[in-house]
């Protein structure tokens, strides 16, 4: 068996594909979600962290940012779980990298495409079937696009429902996000069959390779326990918040992430008196402190 991508897609994701070696892999995953918006012939691999202007300012760490060989700036984010403030982050992040390009004296003429893509372990909207969203700056009555300088695509892994036997006939897309999901479940003889494309097939060597390294498994297993661990005690502390209220909830949760952080503890008395929005935002800052620690290379 190799290593599952899911649910712990974050460590595998930039092993398989943030090595220059796997560009093949990488172009083809990025043409399979940018259809019909560009089309990818190379790729550069650049460093996963935004400068920092200020010494005060937040440092934002990218799952992996690439630009194409038109200039098209690309993040790919990788979420475990949907926390409050996820939509907001990803727009932040795009406005980010797009400003980022320019510096004193530069034309704004320069500024090249920024593509931000999602992809999500669960379920964004789930009054929505469709799995992958695209957002662009467009007008909303005429549907007129103002500029193509940003797009964020948002992939809902929770909503993917297709089987072995649609491989075969599906689009590519799906054909990428049912190996994300599945890969786990096959030996390297069965990927081959399954996936007789270049680029899905350079990915899944690339992750044998991976469970092959008795040190990579070991690492994998560690941090698979971990996050089982501390997902269980989340999820326990959120049940027996709900009985007293949201907001106790998530109080529960935000000393429970404090401790397993080593932090000081806020007072139960400081907590209440904050609104449930701060608390779900500090509870979701928190986890994602515990998953950076966790996931972190």
Known sequence: ???????????????????PENKIALIGLLNAILEGQIRIADVYIENPYNRQDFLDDKLSILDLKVTDDQGNIIDIEVQLSLKPGLVQRLVFYGCEIFADQ?????????????????LLRGTL?????????????????????LSDALSIHTLELGKYNLTEADLASTSHLNRWLYWFLNADRYDAETLKRLFPYEDIAQASSALIEISQKTEEKQMYDAREKAYRDHQWAINVARREGEAEGEARGEIKIIRLL???????QSSESDLTQKPLEELQQLAADLQTQVQSRKFSE
Request: overall charge neutral.
């Open 125 to 145: 909207w789930p009054e929505s079937d469709q799995l992958h969203h695209r957002f662009m700056l467009t007008d909303a009555d005429s549907g007129r696009r």
């Open 258 to 264: 404090q401790q397993i952080l080593m932090l000081p």
């Open 1 to 19: 068996m190799v290593i599952g991508i899911c649910p712990f897609i974050d460590f595998a994701f930039k092993k398989t594909f943030g090595s």
């Open 102 to 118: 320019l510096r004193t004296g530069d034309d704004y003429t320069g500024l090249k495409p920024v593509v931000v893509i999602a």
